[in-house]
Every structure is written in structure tokens, then in C-alpha cells.
């Protein structure tokens, strides 16, 4: 069972910015595609970025140009840079293999809360 641990998260300030990270305990996550989530209270859970193994990305639109996702192969992570937050950028942030598959189970996920 691979198990995903997302990190980075904490409290900003409107404007500030934050750089998540996603580990994979069990896995070679470079040779996999990866996305980040984030589910906000009360909210289906929102997909928010993509970075494929070839590392070609891709966007929600409530969050291109503000975000940015990478991979550092070399040590098996993938960030997501955040700046320019926003309020309604406040959620739990996740990661997981793209496609889902059996045997990767999602994290606790890294809180991120922007607020004043």
C-alpha cells in the first residue's frame, strides 16, 4: 500500500504565498503522473493541478498563474508553489497518483488557511 504525505501547509495572509510538498512512503513517485486536490468545508473535493511524468502540467482555472506544480525526481517529491493566495484558496491540500489506482491511498493532507 502506498501512502501519499502532503506537507508545507500552515496560515498566510491574503497575497503571501506557500509551497506545498507530496511524498509517496513505498512508491517511485517520478514515474508516475500527480495530482494535488484540496477540499475546502463543506465542498467536494476540487481537483488542482496535474504534472505528468514527462513533466508537462496542467491547471484548474481558479488558480493558473497563480500556481505552480513541480517534480524533483531526484528526490521523489512534487510541490506546489502557491502565491498570490487568496481566501477561497483555504482547504486541505492533497496528492495522488494519476490515474487512481489500488493500492495508493490518499493522506492526511496539509491544511492551508489564508486569512488576515
Known amino acids: 500500500q502506498v501512502q501519499f504525505v502532503e506537507s508545507g501547509g500552515g496560515l498566510v495572509q491574503p497575497g503571501g504565498s506557500l509551497t506545498l510538498s507530496c511524498v509517496a512512503s513505498g512508491s517511485i513517485l517520478s514515474s508516475y503522473a500527480v495530482d494535488w486536490y484540496r477540499q475546502a468545508p463543506g465542498k467536494q473535493r476540487e481537483h488542482v493541478a496535474r504534472i505528468a511524468t514527462d513533466g508537462s502540467t496542467i491547471y484548474a482555472d481558479s488558480v493558473k498563474g497563480r500556481f505552480t506544480i513541480s517534480r524533483d525526481n531526484a528526490k521523489h517529491t512534487v510541490s506546489l508553489q502557491m502565491s498570490s493566495l487568496k481566501p477561497e484558496d483555504t482547504a486541505v491540500y492533497y496528492c495522488?497518483?494519476?490515474?487512481?489506482?489500488?493500492?495508493?491511498?490518499w493522506g492526511q493532507g496539509t491544511q492551508v488557511t489564508v486569512s488576515s
Open positions: 495522488n497518483k494519476y490515474p487512481p489506482a489500488r493500492g495508493f491511498s
